[in-house]
């Protein structure tokens, strides 16, 4: 109960910032998501509410653009790229370690709740690739071997932590 | 800054500014784009910094825009020698400060070595990579400090649009760009001239310009460095074209992925605006305009300028169909004119030296330069300006500096998904809009994707069929199912699964995909299963008639084997193996068990002496 009322307090905020204009849709739901990391399913009828328009226009929005998540994301969220340059060099082999690691597949959060696996179609660090954005950190030149690497060592600092 | 009122007075702020700028002093500039920050220049950065205090010196560390040589960042760059330092290390710092900065001495291991000839090259301008380059709108990027509205107007920044409102009519403006031949840079290459003039005549208002950056193809980033760059070009140029057409409201829709680009555009729109070059009366003149920042929410068909209007108005970004044009009816049925990131960055340019300059650059059909980005399977990776033109052969050989690890050519591919896959006996091809477009491909925002003999051309038809079905939007059938179809074709024959006639199923279905689809998206989305049918039906009856993958790409068509006069028993393979399908004993050739084998490639990945064979 109080953390629906937490999810429609900061919702209210949020519309009322963008002056509750119709159009600022997209931009509030963006805000929404990187408030709660996903889209509430309390928050999005808030803004149904408060902003006039039906919820299933609301949810439509919230499906259609590749940004928003209707369920909780982990705490660190991987982004495969899978854009020409990274494919060409081996980004599936890449993404079928990682589903292999964390067993789960994109778009899919592990039971944990540590990591969400997520593809984007090109973060522009060709040069970088096969690349992988973990959080806001870049990893390039990315290779099976490094994949094990990478998430172990995030394990081991959430465990000291 | 303090409000400028007339282009007089600009002239004067200009002058102040240069006045204290000193070209002999010495500066360190560093890129800071996201490919270098990828590489971690802010660390570099943050060091050089701090080293010039430690050392007692009082020199600017300048973080500037992308130099586009993304495959050796972190680069540094020593003034007012312009020494050009690559692949800079957090330990190279101390020497950089203390020999390069401090006494000009030059750090031999930090230069630029060419591959072939084994000498050291000193200054950007000479490194091959950028020799044949022509950068006019990118040039800037490697100088300026993005943050800052004083580095645009070092440069002479706002000087064409000074120019513009005390002595062009907007008339004068559009035909100006008209005579330029300025062509949209973001895929479909309309004459801008035209569209401008399309909207100043049409009823209706407020009349809106819209900057695309929503740059969506999968290997192409330049409009990303502009608008982090050199963001004011851009915003310059919007300001240009809403006077000339009658506009009071602008907005650029930029990529939910770019968030620096967002954070560039926001202070340099602010700047602008405190400045008195944006809002209300722009230099004291009657005319005022003001520019709004969208950001994107990651939808490839938003690109579209319907759909792009669509997701402005706070909706699912659905195209519709376009008997009315955008210049008549686009945002809020509105007169709109939509044209890409680096369109915009061309018009100060225009403006200020002239359309009769700009003519002398390019192609009959073709103005100006382009930026492309030369990514994949090459050498060279980064962002290259060159005047229309310039073929591919000297793209990809000169500056991209061939194919890595001795690999053959096979093809590059051009205008991203929307584009085709152009083949080796087709290299000396000059390229400007209309050649692309004559060999079933596309200028598209630029991207150039460079494959080797190791790249399946059915794969990369089926790559991009698999995106353009995951980004249609659905709304019309002909796209929403033809290309899910094609993909089922794709999959098949990648699978092994494919079956006689199945090329002709493709060509058959594409027509239909192509004629009847409402937008873009579909209209072009058969391009690169057409265009790999084209030049590469070989590889499409390898798959089907002999199921067989040349390249080796397509696991269910391949085998791996080990070579055992290679392997020398090391057993890190088997190690590495996470099914278990390599046996044998230590110092002895290894066996692959094919039915196990999941043909991931980790032991290809871990093997030193190149033992594993792939057939």
Redesign the interface.
Known sequence: MKKTANFTAKTKAIVKKHGGD??????VL?DIQETFNYLPKEAMNTVSTMMGIPAS?VY??AT?????SLNPRGKHIVKIC????C????AS?IQ??FE?KLLIKPGETNQDQQFTLEL??????????P?VVIDTE?H?QM???KVDKIINEINKEGAQQ | MTKITTAQALRQVQEDLKKNFDPTKKLVTICAGTGCRGYGCIKVKEELEAEMKKQNMDVEVRATGCFGFCEKGPLVIIHPEKIFYQQVKIKDVPDIVSKTVANGEVLEKLLYRDPETKETVLKEEDVPFYKKQLRLVFGQNGMIDPTRIEDYLIIGGYTALAKTLSEMSPEGVISEVKKAGLRGRGGGGFAAGIKWEGSRRAHGSPKYVIANGDEGDPGAYMDRSLMEGNPHSIIEGMIIGAYAIGASEGYIYVRNEYPLAVLHLTMAISAAKEAGLLGKNILGTDFSFDIHINKGGGAFVCGESSALFASIEGRAGEPRAKYVHAVEKGLWDKPTVLNNVETWANVPLIISRGADWYNTIGTEGSKGTKIFSLVGKINNTGLIEVPMGMTLREIIHDMGGGIPNGRKFKAVQTGGPSGGCIPENLLDLPVDFDKLYEVGSMMGSGGMIVMDDKSCMVDVARYFLNFLQEESCGKCVPCREGVRRMREILDDICAGKGREGDVDLLEHISTGVADGSLCALGGSAPNPVLSTIKYFRDEYEAHIKDHRCPAGVCKALITYSIDAEKCTGCMLCSRVCSVGAIHGEKKRAHVIDDDTCTRCGACIESCKFDAILVK
């Open positions: 119709r159009s600022a849709l997209i931009a963006q226009r439509e929005v259609f653009y590749n940004a928003f899978v854009g020409t340059a494919h060409v060099r081996g082999a079928d370690k292999q984007v179609n090109c973060v522009g660090a060709c040069a970088l690739g690349v870049y390039g290779t099976m071997n």
